[in-house]
């Protein structure tokens, strides 16, 4: 689960990418205020993957393992 405050309304893109730079999953959050984002991991591969966020032009990205 990742945590989201999207009080701005705007909404938010969110992109899985793999360690080959594939992109394997996305979404596309339209809600306001905190969000929790849940990701379906018995659906990836065990690996290393990106988790990005495209929020008001701006890019966050966080890691996420799966064993």
Known sequence: NIALDLADGSGCRVAIIDNLGRT???AQLQA???VVFTIDAS???NGIYTVQFLM???TAARRL???
Request: proline letters at 0%.
């Open 24 to 26: 394997v999953h996305t």
């Open 43 to 45: 659906k990836l591969a």
């Open 32 to 34: 306001t205020g905190n």
């Open 56 to 58: 008001n032009g701006q």
């Open 65 to 67: 393992v799966v064993r």
